[in-house]
């Protein structure tokens, strides 16, 4: 065999291990990249099963306590957003963009959550404080009826933002499932909080938006005071 095509062999060689190398490097950073995500998912299905559970106690969601804690879940989603976007997803581009769109429904899901109970918590108050001041006061008091009307007022307003809060939350139950089939192929169906789970958090929350309705209705057409 001649010296050149020996060194054309060994050139060959060389080239084919580095070639092998590469890829075993390739393939290797592209299961470092999914396991990263795979742990980002489960934290945050963790997290997003926790919220969903809260509308089954409106008592405890309905406080400064429960309210902190999905504005803390939506702080935690923030971060893992962020985690994801630091990570080199161009090895897995379809993996990294269903997880994105899980994560931002996700953190959109608890900060109106929260703000949907914030508000339900206000609106209680307010209905509270005009069926009082309706009640108690006499109509013939000076600025009776400037009092009652500002506190109506502001009980709609309340009542207002709350309904726009509570119907993102329904929809964004719903944008949740459409990411869910998305993803679940991906990740599989064990790492994410289950589609009867997400469905319940929803009905729950608008059997409450029910209730809330009849409590400003009836604050609002009680008989006047004499």
């Known amino acids: 065999m001649s010296r050149t095509l020996q060194i054309v062999i060994a050139i060959a060689a060389l080239l084919a291990l580095a070639a092998g190398g590469s890829l075993y490097w390739s393939q290797h950073k592209k299961a470092q990249l999914r396991g990263d995500i795979a742990a980002l998912v489960g934290q945050a299905s963790a997290r997003l099963r926790a919220a969903f559970s809260m509308e089954a106690d409106q008592n405890a969601a309905d406080s400064a306590e429960g309210v902190s804690r ?3 879940y939506t702080a935690e989603f923030d971060k893992q957003v962020d985690a994801l976007h630091a990570m080199d997803t161009g090895r897995d581009s379809p993996l990294a963009e269903a997880t994105e ?11 109106y959550q929260g703000k949907m109970h914030r508000l339900r918590i206000d609106v209680g108050a307010d ?12 109509m013939r008091e000076r600025g009776w009826i400037g009092a009652a009307l500002q506190k109506k007022e502001l009980l709609e307003k309340k009542y ?3 309904r726009l809060a509570s119907d993102a ?3 964004l139950a719903r944008t949740y499932l459409a990411n869910r089939r998305k993803l679940a192929p991906l990740v599989g169906e064990a790492a994410l909080v289950e589609e009867a789970v997400a469905i319940d958090a929803r009905d729950r929350a608008r059997e409450a938006a029910k209730q809330t309705a009849a ?5 609002k057409q009680l008989p006047q005071a004499r």
């Not at 209905?127 to 006499?138: D, G, P, S």
């Not at 409590?215 to 604050?219: C, D, G, S, T």
């Open 127 to 138: 209905a509270q404080a005009l069926t009082e001041h309706i009640r108690t006061a006499n």
């Open 160 to 162: 207002f933002d709350y």
């Open 215 to 219: 409590v400003v209705e009836q604050a």
């Open 70 to 72: 999905l504005e803390q």
């Open 169 to 171: 939350y329904s929809d």
């Open 101 to 111: 769109d899980f994560l931002t429904t996700a953190r959109q899901i608890t900060m």
